[in-house]
């Protein structure tokens, strides 16, 4: 398996967990050098591990806003 590269150009908040633990976070992050996507993932302390997660792209994210606007 090959190695995922990742950068987190902002990180933008964390949805649920404390510090010490793992959280839900949702960061604006670069995959392997690709464009940057809004992502919502757990993320260990220090955020050596993560575990599954989503990412979506600008139009994606708009997308499920105007969703959750609609049904909140």
Do not use: Q
């Amino acid at each position: 398996m090959s190695k995922v590269n990742y950068e987190i150009i902002k990180p933008i908040g964390v949805l649920s967990g404390e510090e010490e633990e793992w959280t839900v976070e949702l960061n604006l992050i670069s995959w392997n050098g690709g464009a940057a996507k809004y992502d919502i993932r757990k993320w260990a302390p220090g955020h050596e591990k993560m575990g599954k997660g989503i990412a979506l792209n600008k139009a994606e994210a708009e997308i499920l806003v105007t969703l959750l606007k609609a049904e909140l």
